[in-house]
């Protein structure tokens, strides 16, 4: 039948068909069937009638039973909770032409790993229409990469000025390219137990926790010692070294790189600090030897194995989906030492996607202040832009899940006050060594600390050069 033409949903064995994205940075939720799926299937049902018909000689099918579809990929890792807010079924209903497929992947640093060797062309795969950059990874696309992505900073629904200007900033190349459109940003709090803080002796009001540890994160690890002394039993102050690594290091001026992007962790004061301070949590046992987001991580959070965790805004939506309905109420909110960003992320556009048009379109539609909000509300990703945080959606959000923690003010005062620090290219890279590695090594097997960093040292050597 000439002149017809069909565009075929994804099949149920492909990858990115109606699966749940799962969350280096947080969990999935369910996979959803939305009204546009549903319409989609029943339109292809009439249409094989229709054929059936034509080849038995009946009359063709009118140019409105079939219609023209784009199916756009979206790589993330993590959660960016756009499925979970309902933002991929809105945009089907608003977009009739277009098909979302998500494809999400576990880990944060195989993620990126993948995506990078198919932008060099040393992997077979093919990349995604849309693709999530974590923001440890940033200047890396920004640098080195920079040509393998679309400048964004003109297409239709962008405004430069709508974020947070060290977000749009970090997204920026050197030859003032925008090619990526912010997600969220991670302002810090610390997320933990009321009824375990209660069982060894602590205050569990919000306000009260929060004076305990307020301005050094050495406070922090004295109220993990007391909290030691009368713990439950089987249980740690805290989940991982390497998770308080992040949070200290968030908070410092000077971190992984310098000003011109160059590795600088060696001499930092900064990773000085943040590295001093995990070795002595893990070496007091206030730590329970997890690497964040694995399968033994989620288990602990079930188990209620910690008091606390380091708590990034989008790290809400983690904990309320592994500590499911057993923690409801029990965890609450307090405000972190220091303020600083661990995590955030942007949606960028590769340039030989397959539809760059409708897939920037689609990115910036994702990344506006009214969307951001919704993903708020729903997963605790914190708005990046500065009308977003303005919303009263997200102004005065409160989370039922964490005690009724009000979670907006909370974290937008936190966004707030952040001073960005530099970010260079191999900053990702270098991170998941000290943490994932060495401080992993320090934790679970007693290695020497001196020992674990040399290591460390050695191998972001031979991998990275730095």
């Known amino acids: 039948m ?6 075929e949903p994804p099949s149920p064995a492909d990858p990115g068909h109606d699966r749940p994205a799962a969350a280096s940075r947080a969990p999935r939720g369910r996979t959803r069937r939305t009204g546009r799926t549903l319409r989609l299937g029943a339109g292809l049902g009439g249409a094989l009638l229709a054929l059936t018909a034509c080849s038995s000689g009946g009359p063709a099918p009118q ?5 023209e579809t784009t199916t756009l990929r979206v790589g993330t890792f993590g959660s960016f909770g756009y499925r979970e807010a309902g933002l991929f079924a809105e945009y089907m209903d608003l977009h009739p032409e277009i098909v979302i497929n998500e494809v999400a992947t576990q880990d944060g640093k195989e993620y990126w790993d993948d995506l990078t060797a198919k932008l060099n062309g040393t992997s077979s795969g093919t990349v995604a229409d849309i693709q999530a950059v974590e923001v ?52 810090m709090a610390v997320c933990y137990r009321k009824d375990l803080f209660e069982k060894a002796g602590l205050p569990t009001d919000r306000d009260a926790v929060g004076r305990l540890w307020a301005g050094d994160w050495s406070k922090y690890l004295e109220i993990g010692r007391q909290y030691k002394a009368h713990a439950p ?3 740690r102050f805290t989940d991982s070294a390497g998770g308080l690594f992040s949070a200290v290091l968030a908070g410092e001026p000077e971190q992984l790189s310098d000003a011109s992007g160059n590795l600088a962790y060696k001499d930092s004061p900064g990773v000085g600090k943040a590295w001093d301070l995990a070795v002595s949590a893990a070496r007091s046992g206030l730590t329970g030897g997890l690497k964040q987001f694995t399968a033994e991580w989620n288990e602990a959070l079930y188990l209620s194995s910690f008091a606390t965790i380091v708590c990034p805004s989008w790290m809400t939506g983690v904990i309320s989906k592994y500590a499911g309905e057993r923690g409801e109420g ?15 992320a942007f949606l960028a556009v590769p340039k030989n996607s397959s539809h760059p048009e409708q897939a920037a379109a689609l990115a910036a539609w994702l990344t506006a202040p009214e969307q951001q909000a919704k993903v708020f509300t729903k997963t605790g990703n914190l708005p990046s832009t ?12 409160t989370n039922a899940y964490f005690n009724n923690a009000p979670t907006g003010r909370i974290y937008a005062d936190a966004a707030r006050t952040i001073r960005p620090a530099p ?12 943490t994932d590695t060495a401080l992993l090594d320090v934790e679970k097997h007693g290695t020497d600390p001196r020992k674990a960093w040399n290591a460390a040292v050695k191998t972001i050597g031979e991998t990275t050069g730095g």
């Open 330 to 344: 029990l965890w609450d909110i307090a405000p972190a030492p220091v303020a600083g960003n661990w995590g955030g």
């Open 136 to 187: 440890g990874y940033i200047a890396e696309a920004t640098g080195p990469l920079s040509d393998k992505f679309l400048d964004l900073k003109h297409a239709t629904g962008v405004d430069a000025s709508s974020w947070l200007p060290w977000k749009s900033a970090q997204a920026t190349t050197a030859d003032g390219a925008l090619i990526g459109l912010g997600t969220d940003t991670g302002p």
């Open 233 to 235: 039993a089987k249980t």
């Open 2 to 7: 000439p002149g017809i033409r069909r565009t």
């Open 423 to 434: 970010i260079g290219r191999l900053d990702g890279a270098v991170k998941a060594v000290i």
């Open 386 to 397: 500065s009308a977003g945080l303005g919303l009263p959606a997200v102004e005065n959000a």
């Open 63 to 67: 140019s409105s039973q079939l219609q």
